[in-house]
């Protein structure tokens, strides 16, 4: 588990922010936590944690279990999560898109939008025989080794892609992980030509994908959608004859998106 604290915030947050970085911690656990285990990389004294924990329990934000003696997210904060997807997710547009395309194509669909430096992963269409791999709707991942993630920096404004390629770690999964931002400038250089972006197995071994932008009438970056697929079923070259399917759904959730507002990507 490890959770980013912006230090140089942390006082003018206050008690909200120290709050927040809670519920970050405890979601971070992908089950029920307990105190101690918390405590464990908590930057904030016992007593402060303990503090903030009942607080946040009594306000429903987190959900006590007495028996295990655990905590996890409370019903408050699911419902204020639905909400924010069904608000401010492409996913409550784009699913109807993404089930036609889904059926086209017979592989596995990805929708994703960037947060920060990293690929949101915010809804997914498993093909008829379903590829076992990292990504499902609410995980996210890093930009800069997936199709989804460099086919959205591609068409980012120079000022918005260099904060962004500033937040990669260039961990080197595969072989064929781009190392660094040197090498990615030239990545999305050719991906803009082409139109389009692959993923040639950078994230997981094995697993390749091919990628459009979500664009609006305007050119902003508003997500990405691909197909993924297992290497052993076929070459990148193949997996390029859905790209006119692809077209067609980008263009129509772009299309539905025209009266939607989204977070201008300079703000936060």
Known sequence: M???RDTARDGADGT???????L?????FARPVRFSELLETSPFPKATLYRLIQTLTSQGML???????????GMRLVRMAHAAWAQSSLA???RTHL???????????HLAQLDGGQVLYVDKRNAARPVRMFSDAGKVGPAYC?????AMMAWLPADILEGVLGQQSWHRFTDTTIPDAAAMGT?????????FALDREEHEPGIHCIALPILSITGQVLGAISVTSQAERGTLAEMERHLPHMRQAVERIAGDMRDWRFPDQREG
């Open 2 to 4: 490890n959770v980013q």
């Open 16 to 22: 909200v922010g120290k709050a927040l970085e809670v």
């Open 24 to 28: 970050d911690r405890v979601a971070a």
């Open 63 to 73: 959900r006590y279990d007495s028996d295990r003696g655990t905590y996890a997210p």
């Open 92 to 94: 409550p547009i784009a």
């Open 99 to 109: 089930d036609a395309l889904s059926a086209q194509v017979g592989e596995t669909v």
């Open 146 to 150: 997936t199709g989804v993630g460099k």
């Open 187 to 195: 990545e999305l250089a050719a991906i803009r030509a082409a139109g």
